[in-house]
């Protein structure tokens, strides 16, 4: 990320002073979970606090297995400009009996702090250690992530990337009410506002259907187009990407450079707050990604998370933490990359998601520099809503799940109502990772179902910390085992 600005500079060296000073006092660890649209940010952060409040079956979760951790608990909110992230909301509605669902997503930044009691490995380290860690869990949209790109980017160059990729498939099969408005106006004429906010309105229109599930795209900025909060119809949010001829520049007064001067402002005070305030401020993350909804959409949604790795990569500031870097800046040491809702595949088929999800982010590591921060990739269900079932069918043996679809999903002309238990068999997905990334040759074949949260019909399982998971115990462990040690 590049800043020229002395001021930009500073405020990160001062915040990571700030961060440093108050780490030696209480030792702690500011995480920061994010993720792709629907990746299921909100659930992963439930499901993780709430197994290490009320003593989860984490097997693979080291410092849990070993008996060393002594005590667990919430503490106040650290940050009061940050919002608290509503725990105990989402914890009702996932835990509601026959209301029970899945909690709202992300739409905007909030934290919650963790603190772990636990008894340091070694003489040594119980000698130095004060055996507590403050776990600092930063929620934020994925979009939000993605919009850092347009740090390096001015508005003539993010114009030129946006149209390019509405007339390309899949986009352009979207695109056109757009782009046909786009052509019939003058970048060049003068400034009007109903005319800037047709065209933002358009424009914010196709960055709607490009989450569809048909389509399932993933690189979108600007990101509050989608989650505009208190912005929603601000000069800031009322701009479009608008294309002039090789070397020609906006005349004053000119729609182009009304749009232009808008962008500028979104950069500087939407995007850049954040990274300065927040981002730069993490020691480490964890990226969600809807993997199996763009298997569903094809090699072409694929691709297009392939990008987004690509930009998101391009954003970290990684390598190893010291406190050389309180004074430099932070810089995030390990990022775990997550292929969610695992629990709509039979487990026989979750090495080949994690392989597939591995292939896609070796392929964003290879378009991007990236050095020093160690990256690892898993397939996980924050809370499993499915179990293991086998179908017979024509004799034959299929490696199946079984759960109750969410209303409204649909296979072929049936729609469920949320309230039936089904059996499906999703598909197998390849064993050579290539082949799901392929885009010719035939598709794979699977069939991914949206499910409803498990019931959890034995009440003391709720205080026990029992949500079923698929892992979420390897990704804690990579995350915060070597910090409770």
Same mark, same amino acid.
């Given at each position: 990320?590049?800043?020229?600005?002395?001021?930009?500079?500073?405020?990160?060296?001062?915040?990571?002073?700030?961060?440093?000073?108050?780490?030696?006092?209480?030792?702690?660890?500011?995480?920061?979970?994010?993720?792709?649209?629907?990746?299921?940010?909100?659930?992963?952060?439930?499901?993780?606090?709430?197994?290490?409040?009320?003593?989860?079956?984490?097997?693979?979760?080291?410092?849990?297995?070993?008996?060393?951790?002594?005590?667990?608990?919430?503490?106040?909110?650290?940050?009061?400009?940050?919002?608290?992230?509503?725990?105990?909301?989402?914890?009702?509605?996932?835990?509601?009996?026959?209301?029970?669902?899945?909690?709202?997503?992300?739409?905007?930044?909030?934290?919650?702090?963790?603190?772990?009691?636990?008894?340091?490995?070694?003489?040594?380290?119980?000698?130095?250690?004060?055996?507590?860690?403050?776990?600092?869990?930063?929620?934020?949209?994925?979009?939000?992530?993605?919009?850092?790109?347009?740090?390096?980017?001015?508005?003539?160059?993010?114009?030129?990337?946006?149209?390019?990729?509405?007339?390309?498939?899949?986009?352009?099969?979207?695109?056109?009410?757009?782009?046909?408005?786009?052509?019939?106006?003058?970048?060049?004429?003068?400034?009007?506002?109903?005319?800037?906010?047709?065209?933002?309105?358009?424009?914010?229109?196709?960055?709607?259907?490009?989450?569809?599930?048909?389509?399932?795209?993933?690189?979108?900025?600007?990101?509050?187009?989608?989650?505009?909060?208190?912005?929603?119809?601000?000069?800031?949010?009322?701009?479009?990407?608008?294309?002039?001829?090789?070397?020609?520049?906006?005349?004053?007064?000119?729609?182009?450079?009304?749009?232009?001067?808008?962008?500028?402002?979104?950069?500087?005070?939407?995007?850049?707050?954040?990274?300065?305030?927040?981002?730069?401020?993490?020691?480490?993350?964890?990226?969600?990604?809807?993997?199996?909804?763009?298997?569903?959409?094809?090699?072409?949604?694929?691709?297009?998370?392939?990008?987004?790795?690509?930009?998101?990569?391009?954003? @970290? !500031? *990684?390598?190893?933490?010291?406190?050389?870097? +309180? %004074?430099?800046?932070?810089?995030?040491?390990? /990022?775990?990359?997550?292929?969610?809702?695992?629990?709509?595949?039979?487990?026989?088929?979750?090495?080949?998601?994690?392989?597939?999800?591995?292939?896609?982010?070796?392929?964003?590591?290879?378009?991007?520099?990236?050095?020093?921060?160690?990256?690892?990739?898993?397939?996980?269900?924050?809370?499993?809503?499915?179990?293991?079932?086998?179908?017979?069918?024509?004799?034959?043996?299929?490696?199946?799940?079984?759960?109750?679809?969410?209303?409204?999903?649909?296979?072929?002309?049936?729609?469920?109502?949320?309230?039936?238990?089904?059996?499906?068999?999703?598909?197998?997905?390849?064993?050579?990772?290539?082949?799901?990334?392929?885009?010719?040759?035939?598709?794979?074949?699977?069939?991914?179902?949206? @499910? !409803? *949260?498990?019931?959890?019909?034995?009440?003391? +399982? %709720?205080?026990?910390?029992?949500?079923?998971? /698929?892992?979420?115990?390897?990704?804690?462990?990579?995350?915060?085992?070597?910090?409770?040690?």
């Amino acid at each position: 990320m590049k800043f020229t600005s002395l001021t930009d500079e500073a405020r990160i060296a001062l915040g990571g002073l700030v961060d440093y000073a108050q780490d030696v006092v209480n030792p702690t660890i500011r995480l920061g979970v994010t993720g792709l649209s629907r990746a299921g940010k909100t659930v992963f952060i439930t499901a993780f606090v709430h197994n290490l409040l009320h003593g989860g079956k984490l097997p693979m979760f080291v410092p849990f297995a070993s008996g060393r951790v002594k005590r667990v608990y919430l503490q106040p909110q650290p940050d009061d400009e940050i919002p608290r992230f509503a725990y105990e909301r989402h914890l009702d509605a996932l835990t509601a009996g026959a209301e029970r669902h899945w909690p709202e997503s992300t739409s905007q930044i909030s934290q919650l702090r963790l603190t772990v009691e636990y008894e340091p490995e070694g003489l040594i380290s119980r000698t130095i250690s004060s055996g507590t860690l403050n776990i600092d869990i930063v929620d934020y949209p994925g979009e939000w992530l993605l919009d850092l790109a347009l740090l390096d980017m001015d508005y003539t160059e993010w114009s030129r990337r946006t149209l390019a990729a509405a007339r390309t498939a899949p986009r352009d099969k979207i695109s056109g009410e757009w782009l046909t408005h786009l052509a019939s106006v003058d970048p060049q004429s003068p400034a009007v506002e109903p005319v800037a906010q047709r065209a933002a309105e358009l424009f914010t229109n196709y960055l709607r259907a490009c989450r569809d599930d048909a389509f399932a795209q993933s690189t979108l900025p600007p990101g509050r187009f989608l989650m505009p909060g208190d912005l929603e119809n601000s000069p800031l949010l009322t701009f479009s990407p608008l294309e002039l001829k090789d070397s020609e520049r906006g005349a004053s007064g000119s729609l182009f450079q009304m749009m232009e001067r808008r962008y500028n402002s979104y950069v500087s005070k939407v995007v850049k707050p954040f990274y300065l305030d927040h981002f730069s401020r993490l020691d480490r993350q964890i990226v969600l990604v809807d993997l199996l909804s763009a298997l569903n959409a094809g090699p072409q949604a694929v691709d297009d998370i392939r990008n987004a790795l690509s930009d998101i990569l391009s954003s @970290f !500031r *990684p390598g190893q933490t010291s406190w050389l870097n +309180a %004074i430099l800046g932070k810089k995030i040491d390990r /990022i775990l990359f997550a292929a969610t809702k695992a629990d709509q595949l039979h487990h026989t088929s979750h090495d080949r998601l994690e392989a597939i999800l591995k292939q896609v982010v070796s392929d964003a590591l290879q378009r991007t520099e990236h050095s020093g921060a160690r990256h690892e990739v898993v397939a996980l269900a924050s809370i499993r809503a499915t179990r293991e079932h086998v179908l017979k069918q024509n004799g034959e043996e299929l490696p199946s799940i079984a759960g109750i679809p969410k209303e409204g999903e649909k296979i072929g002309k049936k729609t469920y109502n949320g309230k039936e238990e089904i059996a499906l068999f999703p598909g197998d997905l390849p064993d050579n990772p290539r082949d799901a990334l392929r885009s010719e040759g035939d598709p794979v074949e699977t069939v991914f179902l949206r @499910f !409803r *949260p498990p019931e959890l019909k034995d009440p003391a +399982a %709720i205080d026990s910390g029992s949500f079923p998971h /698929i892992r979420l115990d390897k990704a804690l462990n990579f995350l915060l085992g070597d910090r409770i040690a």
